[in-house]
Every structure is written in C-alpha cells, then in structure tokens.
C-alpha cells in the first residue's frame, strides 16, 4: 500500500485526499488537495472564480507522539453578497482557524472537563491557542435557536473577577437553568442586549422573569416583555432580610459597647465583660446560617438571646418567619403567610425590620407570584462558583469574552462530539 493511499484511509479527511506525505523537522506533513471545484465563502455563495491562492497549514490530532500537520492550497474569492475578497471555506477546518476541526473539538471536550495548563501540555499548544480555539468552538456550536421556546427565564448578575467585574447571565428555568445568555457588565443596557438578540416576537413568548428587584432590569423587562410576570427571586429577598438582621446586630453591639462600661483589661487586651455585649458577641454567623446546619455554639447562642428575649431574637425569628414562606407544606396559602409577617413586621418596633417590612411590602406582588410560580435563581447563584472553577482551571484570566465563551461552554448543555465518536 502506498503511504498517501495509507493516510487518506486513516486521516479521512472531508472534502479532501492525500497527494503526498512527508517527515518534516515538527513532524509530520501530509499534503491535502480539496475536491471541490467551486469557492464557497461563509456566508454561503459560490462561485468558480479563484481571485488568488496560497498555501496554509493547519495542525490536525498527533499520530502517535509524532505532530501532524496538513497543508493544502488555498483559494481566495471576490464572495459579491459580502462585497470583499475573502477566504474559501474548507471542510476539514473553522474560518480563521490554523487547527483541524477535529483537533479544536478535543480542545473544547477537554476545556470542558480540565485544566488549561494539562491541555496545553497534552495537545503542545500554546494557552492563547485553547482560548482562540474555545471562543471559535463556542461560536461554531451556539445556535441561535435556543432562544426559540423559552417561557420562563431568569436574570443575574454574577462577578468574574476581583473590583466589581460584573456579567449578566440569563438562563432558562424550562431547561433546568441552562444558560441562554450572557452579556458584560450588569446594567440595564446589558439586559437590553439580551432582548435585542432575543427580538420582539420571541419576547413576547416570555411568561415569566425572576430576577433580583433592586437594579435596573425590571423596568427592562417591563419595556420589552410587559405581558412576562415579574418575580422576585427568593435569594435576593432573603439576602435583604439578613442584612436587616446584621444591621440589627451592628446597631446592638455597637449600644452595648458604648453603655456597658465594664471594659476590663486581660492579657489579650481589652474585654468587654457586659452581658449585653457578651450575648451579641460573635453571633453574626449563628443569625445568618441555616437553623440546620448550627454548630452546638451557635445554637446555643440563640437560645441565650431567646431567654433574654433579646430584640436580636426577635429580628432573627422574623427573617426565619420570612424565609418559611419559600417551605410552606402543599395547601397553606402563601399570601396569608407574607400578610401574617408583614403585620407582625410591622408592629415589632425595631427600625431595621420596619424597613424590611416596608420594601417586602412594595413588592408583595412579585414575590408571591415567584413563590406560585416557584422560581428561583438558585441555580444561577451555582453559576458563582463553577465561575470560580473556571477562573481556577486557567480560562478567566485575559477577558470577559474568554470567561462568557468558557460560561457557554460549560454551563449551557453545549455537547462537543469527539472525532472518535462520530
Ligand atoms: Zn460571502
């Protein structure tokens, strides 16, 4: 058999065969000459017209330990819809690209399992190289279909980097929080790009929206999808009542520290051997976590306050009174339940939670309906630390565009198929 009858049998390269094979100082170099005839650019047309040629490389899967490289010539065309000489497409390889398909599909299968510095170890190639090849593997595979039959979506913001670098990241509820969208930075106008892509039809589609209610995107909902119910997402409620509670906490230590007077020295320096000081003292994780997850300390924290009847007690008993309305059992209506607390807020004469009570009041709408339809962002709030996992692997390094292809990639059911599993 001869060598290039060899290859073209192993290397089955689409659209083209060997014409010749040769151990060069990389590796080695297999010459390619396509079939077809006609110039294909991106966009589609063809034509027969062969503006110019020249001879390009791409790197394709090593053979053994050996690398393996092909070279083909390649044509460029007057393409008349775009109005400008361009490259032909080629079958075996991504515009612009100067890897195989094949190689850049173990790229991207491998990005999305491991680490950058394995991958650049395993395949020898540089680290700009896995980022460029995941951005044109993201952009080859992210159809724009995904956003045909999408009901019931939510929005957050997530931070990929130190000093307030933000991404909005809209996903689907329907697909069990699948990643649909994500844009740079978290405005309004961010999330105006999401419906500029999403476009009025499909927008009108939309039936409901959970989201954070503070910032600016409600009202960009409202503007582009009026008939979508707004829901206030369940986290971010309960992340206002515990800074109400904190606020509570700061306010009582700090009178505590000012009137307690008892300040003794020991070898560690100062102490405060008040009471009072000493039952608020530490107790700001005890208030925040889960009842469930308490430390015997920190439970037994909260039954000292308890038995002090401590206004920290009561501030906590009503976050927790809040937070039942997202466990309610099957049957118990949840209107009653945040009209309940809204008056026990209401009367409990502790400013922070008067205030709490006042926000919750504003947007009882939305938060009941979020609790009907039983939205919740949390597994956007999940979209935090497989952020942190990408930026641990390597990925989120260089660029928001890097860590939003690396979000698709791994966060919105993207399969890459192995060129052995084809
Ligand atoms: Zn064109």
Known sequence: MRATTAFNKMLAIPGAHVVGVCFGAEGIEVSLRARARRLRCACGWSTRAVYDRSVRRWRHLDLGACKLMLSAQIRRLRCRPCGRVVTEQVPWARPGARFTRDFEDVVAWLAQRMDKTNITRLLRCSWESVASIVARVVADHLDDHRLDEVYRIGVDEVSYRKG?????????????????????????????????????????QLEAVSMDLTGAWPKVCAANAPQAQVCADPFHVIKLANAAVDAVRRDQWNTARRTGGKIRRNARGRVNTDPAAQLVKKTRWALLKDPAAWTEHQAAQIAALRRARHVLFRAWALKEELRDLY????????????????????????????????????????????????????????????????????????????????????????????????
């Open 164 to 204: 307030h670098r933000y991404l909005s990241v809209v996903a689907d509820h329907g697909r069990d929080g699948a990643v649909l969208w994500v844009g740079e930075g978290k405005s309004g106008a961010t999330f105006q790009g999401f419906f500029d892509e999403l476009g009025p039809e499909r927008a009108a």
């Open 327 to 422: 466990r309610l059992p099957p049957g118990k209506p949840a209107d009653a339940h945040l009209d309940g607390w809204l008056a026990w807020a209401a009367r409990c004469r502790i400013p922070a939670m008067i205030e709490l009570a006042r926000t919750i009041r504003t947007h009882r709408g939305t938060i009941l309906a979020a609790v009907e339809l039983g939205l919740s962002n949390s597994k956007l709030e999940g979209l935090n630390s497989k952020i942190r996992l990408i930026n641990h692997r390597g990925y989120g390094h260089h660029s928001a565009a890097a860590v939003i292809a690396m979000i698709y990639l791994c966060c919105s059911g993207l399969t890459i198929e192995l060129p052995t599993g084809r």
